[in-house]
T-cell receptor
Framework: DVKVTQSSRYLVKRTGEKVFLECVQDMDHENMFWYRQDPGLGLRLIYFSYDVKMKEKGDIPEGYSVSREKKERFSLILESASTNQTSMYLC?????????????FGPGTRLLVL | AQTVTQSQPEMSVQEAETVTLSCTYDTSESDYYLFWYKQPPSRQMILVIRQEAYKQQNATENRFSVNFQKAAKSFSLKISDSQLGDAAMYFCAYTGNQFYFGTGTSLTVIP
């Protein structure tokens, strides 16, 4: 089974802090994604990566950056956390294959910015 | 741009009954995949079912089946013999060049 893990289930930070959210997958997937999930808005793509050291902006990249130094790890960085970044953050991974790039999700990190 | 629309924010079903969740999408691509994901309360998002656009036959996974109408760009999920464990948020998703999710349908199962 594919396993995607995220470093924290719950996180509380203060406005202006730098926040790191870590995601690790163990299935050698090429593709990794970061989403934020908000009620009534579904999942919105923040950033994705198709390979090590590669990154692409999604629909809402403002205020975020990412790092992918190793294939299995994809980090989301909030350079200066703001209250409007309070949300659920979901990491996912996939490979381009017969499954049509099915995404497998981590458990999510619920971030509260005070 | 591709979009995915779930017009039912909330649905409910009696245990053991059947419920259908609606999803429509907009695309100009001919080759794509469609998915239904399930997110139980405070639990991980998991794949329920997947449909390849080039396949005429509707996908089925046990009690879950889809009604895929390519010309109408419709992709509904039918849950038969609903169980309490089916209560969750359900997301419809599309992938062609990129992944797109709908806003979700919250399903309540009434004992």
């Amino acid at each position: 089974d594919v396993k995607v893990t995220q470093s924290s289930r719950y996180l509380v930070k203060r406005t202006g802090e730098k926040v790191f959210l870590e995601c690790v997958q163990d299935m050698d997937h090429e593709n990794m994604f970061w989403y934020r999930q908000d009620p009534g808005l579904g999942l919105r793509l923040i950033y994705f990566s198709y390979d090590v050291k590669m990154k692409e902006k999604g629909d809402i990249p403002e205020g975020y950056s990412v790092s992918r130094e190793k294939k299995e790890r994809f980090s989301l960085i909030l350079e200066s956390a703001s209250t409007n970044q309070t949300s659920m953050y979901l990491c996912a991974s996939s490979f381009q294959g017969l499954e049509g790039e099915t995404q497998y999700f981590g458990p999510g990190t619920r971030l509260l910015v005070l | 741009a591709q979009t995915v629309t779930q017009s039912q924010p909330e649905m409910s079903v009696q245990e053991a009954e059947t419920v259908t969740l609606s999803c429509t999408y907009d695309t100009s691509e001919s080759d794509y995949y469609l998915f239904w994901y399930k997110q139980p309360p405070s639990r991980q998002m998991i794949l329920v079912i997947r449909q390849e656009a080039y396949k005429q036959q509707n996908a089925t996974e046990n009690r879950f089946s889809v009604n895929f109408q390519k010309a109408a760009k419709s992709f509904s999920l039918k849950i038969s013999d609903s169980q309490l464990g089916d209560a969750a948020m359900y997301f419809c998703a599309y992938t062609g060049n990129q992944f797109y999710f709908g806003t979700g349908t919250s399903l309540t199962v009434i004992p």
